[in-house]
């Protein structure tokens, strides 16, 4: 069964960090891209940053580029996301999602809210 | 960025009825590769977002033959043959044919 597992969640101040992490399980975690998205509350879903399967290729959201970073381990079958510089906007639920296309399994989410 | 708009925003069905719910990108669709990376996810109230249907068309694993999809280049539609109670939630399509994907706003299915 494939299981994602996010954490690192939290209440975090304007212009602070959080790191996020996603332990994956249930599938060969090196044979797949994997991604970020969040969702803010009681709104749509946004694509936050992606990276292919050996860690060779990222992208990132125009709204995120250069405040976050996202990387992975296969070793550990991990994926992560730095995020610094943070601003009210950014506070969401994050979820960890298998997938170059289609977008097909989700956690669970962790919750990152961005206030003084 | 690949704008996806949903219609309608938010649709009220009786048990048993069909429901539909349309989806237009901005642009196509059409992937240089030939493919359409079209999906449907629904999302019940108060957990994440779950794959129904993806290639505009193709029923994820699990999924009831009740849903089904169908489209083409910039339009997209996503039926459910009889609604049953389970299927209260919000329905988002995603596009994946560009990064990065983008969603629609959600159309939020009720049961009248």
């Known amino acids: 069964e494939v299981q994602l597992v996010e954490s690192g969640g939290g209440l975090v101040q304007p212009g602070g960090s959080l790191r996020l992490s996603c332990a994956a399980s249930?599938?060969?975690?090196?044979?797949?891209?994997m991604n970020w998205v969040r969702q803010a509350p009681g709104k749509g879903l946004m694509c936050v940053s992606r990276?292919?399967?050996?860690?060779?290729?990222?992208s990132y959201a125009d709204s995120v580029k250069g405040r976050f970073t996202i990387s992975r381990d296969n070793a550990k079958n991990m994926l992560y996301l730095q995020m610094n510089s943070l601003r009210a906007e950014d506070t969401a639920v994050y979820y960890c999602?298998?997938?170059?296309?289609?977008?097909?399994?989700w956690g669970q989410g962790t919750l990152v809210t961005v206030s003084s | 960025d690949i704008v996806m708009t949903q219609t309608p925003l938010s649709s009220p069905v009786t048990l048993g009825q069909p429901a539909s719910i349309s989806c237009r990108s901005s642009?196509?669709?059409?992937?240089?590769?030939?493919?359409?990376?079209l999906s449907w996810l629904q999302q019940r109230p108060g957990q994440p977002p779950r794959l129904l249907i993806y290639?505009?068309?193709n029923r994820f694993s699990g999924v009831p033959d009740r849903f089904s999809g169908s489209g083409a280049g910039t339009d997209f539609t996503l039926k459910i043959s009889r609604v049953e109670a389970e299927d209260v939630g919000v329905y988002y399509c995603?596009?994946?044919?560009?990064?990065?994907?983008?969603f629609g706003q959600g159309t939020k299915l009720e049961i009248k």
């Open positions: 999602v298998r997938g170059g296309w289609p977008l097909d399994y």
């Open positions: 249930g599938f060969t975690f090196s044979n797949y891209w």
């Open positions: 990276i292919k399967s050996d860690g060779s290729s990222t």
């Open positions: 642009q196509s669709l059409v992937h240089s590769d030939g493919n359409t990376y």
């Open positions: 290639k505009i068309s």
């Open positions: 995603v596009q994946a044919t560009q990064f990065p994907h983008t």
